[in-house]
């Protein structure tokens, strides 16, 4: 499988603390010394070990151009997003005498781009990042927009900073090697974001689930697809930042499905893909829409079908309760002890729930919970 190489890039604009662009294209490589400046002397390129080849890519290039470019080899998956990890590059940055004049690039999924971000907001009170995102989630969601950040012990991105990036550069071309579960994930967000504001994404999606689902073997229009729909996507994700960058109000229909899908994350210690256990939160904040008289059937359905018909999960073992319930007042949307939900009212428009009755959220979860423990391949 190759993707097509016969496009020109594609640019998205965000304008939040500062303007940049989001290119989406191949063999970006080219754009990164535009996006450093002349000004930046050394360069952390943070990866994990599965994207050597690509991050020593990268390094050379930059060599090439003139610039000092150091690697940090970082755990994979969420084990990346964690204190210890954050000190290891702090470490790096240090001993190398990283200034404020220098600068880190993200190589990796959303776990690598929410560490590095992190890790550039953290540095010297903040120092230049730019994000190269090679999984579908972190190209539709995680490498843009500027949420930073790792999780504790006690929940998911329980410390994390808004920190912009200078640009962001999604070749498509990385996506190549992307195993099947990862892809899915990934299109758990793109989902997402059909949800609550572009049903396009969804008739797209629906329209090709089965040639989708087939990845890695797919033909040259399910990759003209894909690009429409990661395009689609992070216009909205574009959109919605520049218009409230730190979450005061709009940006919180970004977190459509993560109070529940967050709480699945931690009950399951990581061991759920970020996409799929959003999957299960969105038919969970479904049903909760539905059953406080908000949300059609209908509606819920088209939930159900559009995750499934991907091979998205739409239930969750149903004796985990308690640990769901003390994890989801860890949202970072929780005021006091109120929850906060983003719910639908109909598909494209989002609201809020706020302080459903504990009734409610109990039988919300008796239409998401298995019988027994769930048994979906993606994990
Ligand atoms: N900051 C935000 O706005 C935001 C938005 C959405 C999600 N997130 C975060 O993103 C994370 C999930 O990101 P993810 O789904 O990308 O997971 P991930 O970073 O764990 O990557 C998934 C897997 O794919 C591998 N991989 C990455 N690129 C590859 C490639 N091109 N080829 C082969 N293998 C590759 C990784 O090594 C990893 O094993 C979660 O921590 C979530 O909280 C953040
Ligand atoms: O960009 C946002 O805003 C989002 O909420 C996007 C989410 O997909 C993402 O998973 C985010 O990291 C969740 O943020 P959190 O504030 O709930 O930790
Ligand atoms: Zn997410």
Redesign the pocket.
């Known amino acids: 499988m190759t993707a097509p190489s016969d496009q020109t890039p594609t640019r998205i604009t965000v304008r939040a603390e500062r303007t940049y662009d989001v290119v989406v294209g191949r063999q970006l490589l080219g754009e990164l010394p535009g996006l450093l400046g002349d000004k930046v002397a050394k360069v952390l390129i943070i990866h994990?070990?599965?994207?050597e080849t690509?991050a020593e890519a990268v390094r050379q290039d930059l060599i090439e151009q003139g610039y000092e470019a150091l690697l940090a080899v970082v755990p994979?998956?969420?084990t990346?997003?964690s204190a210890q990890v954050l000190e290891f590059c702090w470490q790096i940055l240090g001993q190398a005498d990283f200034t404020r004049s220098d600068a880190i690039v993200a190589v990796?999924?959303?776990?690598?781009?929410?560490l590095a971000?992190f890790v550039a907001a953290t540095w010297l009170r903040g120092i230049a990042v730019v994000q190269i995102?090679?999984?579908?989630?972190?190209m539709v969601?995680?490498?843009?927009?500027?949420?930073?950040?790792i999780?504790t012990p006690e929940g998911?991105?329980l410390v994390?900073a808004f920190h912009s990036p200078q640009g962001v550069l999604c070749d498509l071309n990385?996506?190549?090697?992307?195993?099947k579960w990862?892809l899915i994930?990934?299109l758990g967000?793109v989902i997402k974001i059909g949800f609550i504001a572009d049903p396009v994404i969804l008739d797209l999606v629906d329209a090709h689930a089965d040639d989708l689902a087939n990845w890695p073997n797919v033909t040259d229009s399910t990759w003209a697809v894909l690009t429409e729909l990661v395009q689609c996507s992070i216009q909205v994700?574009a959109d919605v930042v520049s218009q409230d960058l730190r979450e005061a109000s709009l940006r919180e229909i970004?977190n459509y499905g993560h109070t529940f899908g967050?709480a699945i994350?931690q009950v399951e210690r990581?061991g759920w893909?970020?996409?799929a256990a959003?999957s299960v939160g969105m038919v969970y904040a479904a049903e909760l829409a539905r059953l406080a008289g908000r949300l059609s059937e209908q509606d819920v359905q088209r939930h159900r079908e559009t995750l499934a018909k991907v091979g998205l999960p739409t239930s969750y073992r149903g004796d985990r309760w308690q640990q769901l319930l003390t994890a989801m007042h860890r949202d970072k949307k929780s005021r006091g002890s109120m929850l906060r939900f983003v719910v639908l009212d109909e598909i494209g428009k989002p609201g809020r729930l706020e302080g459903p009755d504990p009734s409610l959220l109990a039988s919300a979860y008796a239409e998401v919970a298995d019988a027994a423990p769930t048994t979906t391949t993606l994990l």
């Open positions: 994990p070990e599965s994207l690509t994979d998956a969420e990346a997003k990796g999924g959303g776990t690598v781009t929410d971000g995102p090679t999984t579908l989630l972190a969601d995680a490498a843009v927009g500027g949420k930073t950040g999780n998911k991105n994390g990385a996506l190549e090697t992307l195993p990862d994930a990934g967000e994700k970004l967050h994350e990581y893909r970020h996409g959003v």
